[in-house]
């Protein structure tokens, strides 16, 4: 297997040279006087014209460490249904980012759910897009990538954010959790935002339940609440209280069209 996981989407989701991509950063990352510590974020995964200010925002606004866990959904639904990358690293546009070894296999070790699989990674963007804003936060960083398949009241994303928290307080990592996921998927505008506000209202409460209720009986398309739901879970297994907005924003904002997708950026502490 090749140990090094190459770019699938440089070129469409965001720009496929390192001087391009390197621009788009300076122009949409924020100066921000003093950082905050987080110990879970959400950020969205859509092309960088769309989502990517949205997710500078968070990632200018949070103090990066040195081990980032990032957990996307599975997409196109290949290979385990809960993945852990086996890769040495990621590369990207920018280089390639190391992934923390160590922390993935005691990750693995803790859960009896995930598993290393190379294969549910080979086409995903869900986590590949988040990789040059960490890079660009913390060029030293290295990351865990998480693949995730399910239905929202699979019991497997709680005992999954267990797991995380374990290892970061066994290791004694200074480490933040992503949750990659847009919002609402194509739907009017004001439609996509009233379903958005419940969804954040639950998550920035850190109420999992009310999360998959209100996912389940609003029909809320985000297509990450699986990472949501365990960022929940390990941020609040690491005493993390409560969640803030950032940045709310649609597809609309650069398109014009009244059909939208929406993307949130939240910090978790």
């Known amino acids: 297997m090749e140990r090094i996981r190459r770019p699938v989407v440089a070129g469409s989701f965001y720009p496929g040279s390192a001087r391009e991509l390197k621009s788009f950063l300076a122009s949409v990352f924020c100066p921000v006087p003093e950082k905050v510590k987080a110990v879970a974020v959400v950020s969205p995964h859509a092309g960088y014209v769309y989502s990517g200010r949205t997710a500078a925002e968070v990632f200018s606004k949070v103090v990066v460490p040195e081990t980032v866990v990032v957990a996307g959904p599975n997409h196109r639904g290949w290979g385990e249904p809960y993945a852990v990358s086996p890769h040495d690293g990621w590369q990207t546009p920018l280089g390639v980012i190391p992934v923390d070894r160590e922390f993935a296999a005691l990750l693995c070790e803790k859960s009896r759910f995930l598993k290393p699989d190379a294969f549910a990674f080979a086409a995903e963007h869900s986590i590949e897009v988040q990789l040059p804003f960490i890079q660009h936060a913390n060029p030293s960083a290295s990351v865990v990538a998480i693949c995730l398949q399910g239905t929202p009241?699979?019991?497997?994303?709680?005992?999954?954010?267990?797991?995380?928290?374990?290892?970061?307080?066994?290791?004694?990592?200074?480490?933040?959790?992503?949750?990659?996921?847009?919002?609402?998927?194509?739907?009017?505008?004001?439609?996509?935002?009233?379903?958005?506000?419940?969804?954040?209202?639950?998550?920035?409460?850190?109420?999992?339940?009310?999360?998959?209720?209100?996912?389940?009986?609003?029909?809320?398309?985000?297509?990450?609440?699986?990472?949501?739901?365990?960022?929940?879970?390990?941020?609040?297994a690491l005493g993390a209280k409560a969640g803030e907005t950032v940045m709310y924003a649609t597809s609309g904002d650069v398109t014009g069209d009244d059909e939208v997708v929406g993307y949130a950026g939240v910090l978790i502490r």
Do not use: Q
């Open 153 to 236: 009241r699979d019991p497997a994303f709680e005992e999954i954010g267990a797991a995380i928290a374990a290892v970061i307080r066994e290791k004694g990592a200074d480490a933040l959790v992503v949750a990659s996921s847009d919002m609402t998927h194509y739907e009017p505008r004001r439609s996509a935002e009233r379903k958005d506000r419940a969804a954040l209202d639950a998550i920035c409460g850190l109420d999992s339940r009310l999360l998959v209720e209100r996912v389940e009986e609003m029909d809320i398309s985000m297509c990450g609440f699986a990472p949501v739901l365990v960022a929940i879970a390990a941020a609040k």
